[in-house]
DNA sequence: TAAGAGGAGTTAC
DNA sequence: GTAACTCCTCTTA
């Protein structure tokens, strides 16, 4: 979420009216399933990120500015695109004049096939600490699916701001503090809607970078829109947008949307930090009312009163209404409840599922996480390994209970791919959309960077190879669709059924994964076929072709 | 022709 | 010992 700040927008020019308003901007769909698969990188902002909260006018068209900041301090690069709103549909156009200026990679290699998870509106809960720091951050998409429908209000986001500290000093200071990003995202193909690009200019980011913000035109708007018509909507988004008190007090580095354009693979080393600090921040606070309603971190522990206890704060918590039969509807113990799917959630609580749901998500990263520290400390301290039995024991509770147990390799295999072979790389676009809750997800028990202070377990490369089984690696591809969808995606979930759309892929990813550099599909498939004996994976009932079967309890 | 199936030896851990 | 790799032959769609 304090990433989506550095996508200033001049306020004195916005889209006409008959133009598209939304330029939804998901960071994260869900943290432990349900990826949409959008059409192309750009759609997937489209989904989620409402224009309308942006400052506008009648102008034609929108010089958004979005800075990129290479690993250099400087030069550092502003990227000026511009809406023409003289087109049928939004068109963001950009050329790239330098190499730190990155793109979205092709359309035909954005698009998944249909995701079998459907993406869920997601209420606005009101913002607390948590929300706005960590969770708006890894649920960014559906916090702002609620706002589908301003998208004619044309409130301006600071006009209506509830962040009255919003202000000239405030973009500037944000733009001298925050250390530059990595060059990441560079890549070459253009975005289907830059088609018609025309007018993006990348240029040295110098000491008077605050004279690419209109300021007295922004402060003017703000004031218009004070006196005009003002809509209450957009808190939480506007708050998110605004505050910039967790990246100023992290000296956290920003993130240009064309990193999220250009690939997860790229910009996942900017997350790392926050995402470690997120999960701090939401441990605080998950600590904070275990103290005080005496439950245990661990959901998994929590007798049906203790849900019921947690559900009544966290509905307090976001003043969402107090369900008068909770305990009727809910009588689960917090294992059974963790195992709950969001669209159970929903089916109970239509109003406060989603964020029953979510949130309990974070409480059970948030307990992951500080579980797989100590742990891992432990075993630091006592000279053993952290062994990743989570991920290589124990696949029913893993892949049920902490999905992204399986993706941070996948993520490091986009790494691996964006160094070592571009072709794989194009072929493996990735959306901020997964990003994000990708990288939450995967902050839980995968170690990570060197930036990250959780131990880096064998279930990741070690030295000449890994210790992930086959299977893993095949479900960890298939938790991140709008990262692999091209090359390997679900059939029917439900069944474990899955098919490998591009064999070639696949066995090349499996073969990086493995150090095994002659891996084809020829002999990853004779692995697979081995799975049929062991009883770990099948052939479907009618047989297709590169179409398998997981059996239980391999899948949920 | 590519994929599926399976036998059998080898390698890495 | 186990999991996976590798090579092979044969079958199938």
Redo the contacts with the bound molecule.
């Keep these: 979420m304090e990433y989506e700040k550095i996508l200033y927008m001049s306020n004195n020019e916005m889209p006409p009216a008959n133009a598209p308003q939304q330029l939804q901007f998901k960071l994260g769909a869900a943290v432990t399933h349900q990826f949409l698969a959008p059409s192309d990188q750009y759609s997937a902002y489209a989904d989620n990120f409402d224009l309308s909260l942006l400052p506008y006018s009648q102008e034609a068209s929108i010089p958004t500015t979005v800075y990129q900041y290479n690993a250099s301090p400087a030069p550092q690069i502003k990227i000026e695109s511009a809406w023409d709103c003289l087109q049928e549909s939004q068109i963001i156009k950009q050329e790239q004049p330098t190499a730190a200026v990155s793109c979205a990679t092709s359309s035909n290699q954005l698009i998944p096939p249909p995701p079998a998870y459907p993406y869920s509106a997601y209420p606005s809960p009101q913002s607390s600490p948590l929300q706005s720091e960590f969770a708006s951050f890894a649920y960014g998409g559906k916090y702002n699916a609620g706002y589908d429908s301003l998208s004619s209000s044309r409130t301006s986001l600071y006009a209506s701001s509830p962040c009255p500290s919003l202000d000239a000093t405030c973009i500037k200071q944000e733009l001298h503090i925050l250390p530059p990003s990595p060059p990441e995202s560079n890549c070459e193909t253009p975005s289907p809607r830059s088609a018609t690009s025309e007018s993006i200019k990348a240029e040295p980011l110098d000491a008077d970078v605050e004279s690419f913000i209109d300021l007295n035109a922004l402060l003017q708007q703000q004031q218009h829109h004070q006196q005009s018509d003002i809509k209450p909507d957009h808190q939480l988004l506007r708050e998110c947008l605004e505050d910039t008190t967790f990246q100023r007090k992290h000296n956290l580095k920003p993130l240009a949307l064309e990193s999220f354009i250009g690939g997860l693979a790229e910009v996942r080393g900017d997350f790392e930090p926050v995402i470690s600090l997120a999960l701090e921040h939401a441990k605080r606070e998950a600590d904070a009312i275990c103290a005080q309603l005496h439950i245990s971190q661990d959901p998994n522990a929590w007798s049906p009163a203790q849900v019921h206890a947690w559900l009544r704060s966290t509905l307090a918590q976001f003043k969402l209404p107090q369900a008068v039969d909770l305990e009727l509807l809910f009588s689960e113990n917090g294992a059974a409840l963790a195992l709950l799917s969001e669209e159970e959630f929903v089916r109970r609580l239509p109003q406060s599922g989603s964020t029953l749901h979510a949130q309990l998500e974070i409480w059970k990263m948030a307990y992951a996480d500080s579980s797989y520290q100590t742990a891992g400390s432990q075993m630091e301290a006592s000279g053993i390994q952290a062994e990743p039995t989570a991920v290589t024991t124990a696949p029913q509770e893993t892949a049920e209970m902490w999905p992204g147990n399986y993706q941070l390799q996948n993520m490091d295999e986009c790494n691996e791919d964006s160094e070592e072979d571009e072709e794989l790389e194009t072929a493996a676009p990735v959306n901020a959309g997964s990003g994000i809750s990708q990288a939450l997800s995967v902050r839980s028990n995968s170690g990570g960077s060197s930036q990250m202070p959780v131990k880096r377990t064998?279930g990741s490369r070690a030295?000449?190879?890994s210790?992930?089984?086959?299977?893993?690696?095949l479900k960890e591809l298939l938790a991140a669709p709008q990262v692999n969808g091209t090359a390997i995606r679900w059939i029917d979930r439900s069944k474990g059924i899955f098919k490998?759309e591009d064999?070639?892929r696949v066995a090349k990813l499996?073969?990086r994964?493995?150090?095994?550099?002659?891996?084809?599909?020829?002999?990853?498939?004779?692995?697979?076929?081995?799975?049929?004996?062991?009883g770990?994976m099948k052939?479907t009932e009618r047989?297709?072709?590169?179409?398998?079967q997981f059996c239980q309890p391999y899948h949920q």
């Design positions: 064998s030295g000449g190879g210790h992930i089984h086959l299977w893993q690696f490998i064999s070639v499996w073969g994964r493995k150090n095994r550099p002659a891996m084809n599909y020829d002999k990853l498939s004779r692995s697979i076929r081995q799975y049929y004996k062991k770990i052939k047989s297709q072709r590169l179409v398998y």
